[in-house]
């Protein structure tokens, strides 16, 4: 490997490893407000994974009409929104062409590097 090409594997590793971490920040705490099954699909005919007890923590990554995807102790899965209580702000529902998280290198030709990071604000 060259120098600019250690250089740009170095800022490109260090930038996603910094978008990493935003990700995992951009999570809604929440609590159950009553008995509920955490699922694998937005639907009461999907797959139950486990029980969700009322007054229990959630992390809501992310929401779609009346479900929100969510991590419960390390499962993940789905849970109806009418059974949240958001202890802070609420995520912005999801768009496909529109995304949360975004970041980019670049290498000039004098081996210069610069890399760039930014987070859609709702």
């Not at 809501?60 to 499962?75: A, E, F, K, P």
């Amino acid at each position: 490997m060259n120098v600019t090409t250690k250089i740009s594997l170095g800022a490109f590793l260090t930038a996603a490893a910094f978008a990493a971490s935003a990700v995992v920040a951009l999570a809604a705490p929440a609590v159950t407000t009553s008995d509920t099954q955490l699922r694998d699909d937005a639907s009461y005919s999907a797959n139950w994974i486990e029980t969700v007890y009322s007054g229990e923590h959630l992390d809501v990554q992310d929401c779609s009409g009346n479900w929100c995807y969510v991590d419960h102790d390390g499962n993940e899965g789905w849970i109806r929104k009418s059974k949240i209580a958001f202890l802070g702000y609420l995520p912005h529902p999801h768009h496909h062409d529109d995304p949360a998280v975004g970041f980019g290198v670049n290498v000039g030709p004098g081996g210069g590097v610069s890399f760039g990071f930014g987070v859609n604000s709702y």
